[in-house]
């Protein structure tokens, strides 16, 4: 589900409650509100409310990519061949068609997009440049950036 959060002030209770679930989003309430040091109910009734107000956009179960086989990550730098509203929209929808294209963002600078996606192997790697990548509309130009090793990678926003 999206939601349109505008800016929320949070409290320092608030920023603790984020915290905590940032790193353990499937903590029990009664272990939240006693690291954040409410009682249950009022710590449920706050995180009701950062759900509502859209600070807290869902919960996720984070896979590992090795653990289910993708044991490479890629991220592609994307150039089209037009930057009109219709061809930025069809690239668009077929990046979000696309399940195999994990994150898309649209950049400033020289390049129009950066994508992100999990790899199998070299031949996966090379099918889905060759059979998805080159195929969604309006694609010109693309160079992968192909992940030896990560050094940080984090989910969570600092509060």
Do not use: W
């Not at 044991?71 to 994307?78: E, K």
């Not at 061949?81 to 979000?96: G, K």
């Amino acid at each position: 589900m999206r939601h349109k959060a505008s800016e929320v002030q949070l409290d320092s209770i608030d920023r603790a409650i984020l915290t905590e679930l940032q790193d353990a989003g499937r903590i029990s309430n009664q272990e939240l509100a006693q690291r954040v040091h409410l009682s249950p109910s009022a710590c449920l009734r706050r995180v009701k409310a950062l759900e509502d107000g859209g600070v807290i956009a869902q919960y996720v179960a984070l896979v590992n990519p090795r653990a289910v086989g993708k044991h490479g990550i890629s991220f592609t730098i994307i150039n089209l061949d037009s930057m009109n509203t219709p061809q930025l929209e069809a690239f668009e929808q077929a990046v979000r068609d696309t399940p195999e294209i994990l994150d898309c963002y649209y950049v400033a600078g020289a390049n129009d997009y950066l994508i992100r996606f999990a790899y199998r192997d070299a031949e996966d790697l090379e099918r889905f440049h060759s059979e998805v990548l080159m195929h969604l509309p309006g694609v010109s130009r693309s160079n992968s950036m192909l992940v030896l090793r990560t050094v940080k990678k984090t989910t969570a926003l600092p509060l």
